[in-house]
């Protein structure tokens, strides 16, 4: 980190950046953003040694620098690691694998350790991937297990909207998992509106998905409803859990709630038809003013604030009608 010493220096914040005062004539520096507080011009540098959150394996390798992952880590369908790939067989480029051999034998770890997904773990196969029992265990079944959760959500009237997610319309919604994987489940607002759900009808491994489509089943007593996938994809795990104990996606719809994963090998493009954060709040709003003039019209006026709902609406208010509310909700 480069030292201006302390007379200028004022401090360091986070990874790789330093605070330090400057001049009018500092701001026409181009290696360092400027800022103006309290009538004095400071000047904040990044440091060579910046970490990345989620780094590429080629930058992790030392083949480029600071390459962050914007692929979810599924390398088969990333565009760079294929033009990687191209320039090694043109002779441009080493190959991230030799970048390795390269190195000491104990320093040879793993590319999922290297890529941070793992703890440190040696690397047995001398980066033949496509022959460690390990890598395949992790790419089919670990990976799907280690599944991210909202860290961050936000409460309308009492529906949580979580952030990172991606949302359909028909109160569906997806999230993009390390490796590629596509998680999908209903969202708070669908399952508290609906409320005790008796039986979930998923969809069998193996079957093909389509985004708009109707993706599977629910069952509350006597009354049924059809749920729109919000993806296209292949099914690969199914959570048995929820299809063993619905009331699991109804008190965990982020979280152990999931109902399934897929896997699709056009990762942005299944999903840039979705809600993404920012959008998914504005429509959660709009569908709650809705609910609340539904309910109005069966049962009054409701409170100045407009309350907080709670789970289980229809079996609150069956007056509300299970063929109306999915219709208009879960567009079925």
């Known amino acids: 980190m480069k030292k201006w010493g302390m007379k200028n220096e004022r401090s360091h914040i986070g990874y790789g950046s330093t605070y330090w005062k400057g001049s009018k004539r500092d701001q026409e520096n181009h290696e360092a953003i400027n800022a103006v507080l309290g009538g004095q011009v400071w000047l904040v540098k990044p440091d060579k040694e910046t970490k990345i959150k989620n780094p590429c394996l080629w930058m992790q390798a030392g083949i480029v620098k600071n390459k962050d992952c914007t692929n979810y880590y599924d390398c088969t369908t990333c565009k760079y690691d294929n033009g990687m790939t191209v320039a090694v067989a043109k002779g441009k480029r080493i190959s991230w694998q030799d970048a390795m051999r390269k190195r000491p034998s104990m320093h040879r770890i793993c590319r999922h350790s290297l890529t941070n997904r793992i703890e440190r773990r040696i690397c047995a ?45 028909g109160h569906s919604w997806a999230r993009i998992e390390s490796g590629g994987t596509i998680r999908v489940g209903m969202d708070d607002f669908a399952l508290k509106l609906l409320g005790n759900i008796d039986v979930l009808d998923l969809p069998l491994i193996g079957k093909e998905l389509k985004a708009g489509e109707i993706g599977w089943g629910l069952k509350r007593k006597d009354n049924t409803a059809d749920v729109l996938s919000p993806v296209d994809g292949v099914i690969l795990e199914v959570n048995n859990k929820v299809r063993q104990n619905p009331i699991v996606a109804t008190e965990e719809p982020y979280d152990k709630g999931w109902l399934f994963s897929v896997k699709n090998p056009d990762l942005n493009g299944t999903v840039e038809k979705l809600m993404t954060a920012s959008d998914s709040i504005e429509w959660m709003n709009t569908e709650v003013n809705h609910l609340d003039n539904l309910v109005e019209q069966v049962s009054g006026p409701l409170a100045a604030d407009g309350g907080v709902f709670q789970a289980d609406i229809f079996g609150n208010m069956p007056e509300l ?10 567009k079925t």
């Open 125 to 169: 196969y001398d980066y033949e991937c496509a022959s460690c029992d390990f890598d395949q265990y992790f790419e089919e079944v670990y990976s799907r297990e280690v599944t991210s959760f909202p860290v961050a959500t936000q409460n309308i009237k009492g529906f949580d909207v979580p952030e990172k997610y991606y949302f359909h319309n």
């Open 321 to 330: 009608g299970w063929n109306n509310l999915t219709r208009v909700f879960l």
